[in-house]
């Protein structure tokens, strides 16, 4: 998992609240990610942000938000409008080569269920 | 459409004994292909990373192949271990070879190495 945290592990919400994940990293990297994975599925993108204070919809942003206001620190947050929000949710970073390949470095992952 | 399919879905081997997993794609423009480890409840961990020109990258007892003309590549394990037990993610990169990269994943092969 590197230098990349997530939490919490688990995660229960009632429907109709938005509720927040953290992810933070100590790699100095540039670039953060955010993911969704579902059984059966691969990974799909759900915002991205290349530099701080600045971000990206991914795939399947709809219903998600993003903040990138520090470099180590991009929260995301599920709301209500977010019809199938119960998936495990994973972070990444990548150093953000602009000379390569640039290999994302995946944190432990969040488990949300929404009851 | 960019895909990514592999091949098995699962499989079960016993330790000690080596096994393929099969990744073809459907992936334009092709920057690099990557392989990554996951185990269960945990974030994917990089193995493997190859661009076009490279058809093969070695990390201890884990051998990728890349063949770019048929658009596939194999992951081979070697004595496995029960360690090795885990979903393998099959990952390509489309687009430019340095920047923001979009990345198209596969659904893995569930490995289960039994004593």
């Known amino acids: 998992d590197g230098g990349i945290t997530q939490s919490p592990k688990y995660l229960f919400r009632k429907e109709g609240q938005n509720v927040t994940l953290s992810c933070e990293q100590n790699?100095?990297?540039?670039?953060m990610y955010w993911y969704r994975q579902d059984p059966g599925q691969g990974l799909r993108l759900i915002y991205y942000?290349?530099?701080?204070?600045?971000?990206q919809k991914g795939d399947i942003a709809e219903g998600y938000s993003v903040s990138r206001e520090k470099k180590e620190s991009f929260p995301l947050t599920v709301t209500s409008a977010q019809k199938n929000p119960t998936a495990f949710y994973l972070c990444?970073?990548?150093?953000?080569?602009?000379?390569?390949?640039?290999?994302?470095?995946f944190g432990p992952g969040t488990r949300l269920t929404v009851l | 459409k960019n895909q990514v399919e592999q091949s098995p879905q699962s499989l079960i081997i016993l330790e000690g004994k080596n096994c393929t997993l099969q990744?073809?794609?459907?992936?334009?423009?092709?920057?690099?292909l990557r392989w990554y480890k996951q185990d269960t409840g945990r974030g994917p961990v990089s193995l493997t990373i190859?661009?076009?020109?490279?058809n093969t990258k070695s990390n201890g007892r884990y051998t990728a192949t890349l063949d770019a003309d048929t658009k596939q590549s194999s992951l081979h394990i070697t004595a496995s271990q029960l360690s090795d037990s885990a979903s393998y993610i099959c990952?390509?990169?489309?687009?430019?070879?340095?920047?923001?990269?979009?990345?198209?994943f596969g659904t893995g092969t569930r490995l289960l190495v039994s004593p």
């Open positions: 790699l100095n990297h540039d670039a």
């Open positions: 942000s290349q530099i701080v204070n600045d971000f």
């Open positions: 990952v390509v990169s489309a687009g430019p070879n340095t920047g923001f990269q979009k990345l198209v």
């Open positions: 990444a970073s990548s150093i953000g080569s602009r000379a390569g390949p640039d290999t994302q470095y």
């Open positions: 190859m661009t076009f020109s490279e």
């Open positions: 990744c073809n794609y459907t992936v334009s423009p092709f920057s690099n």
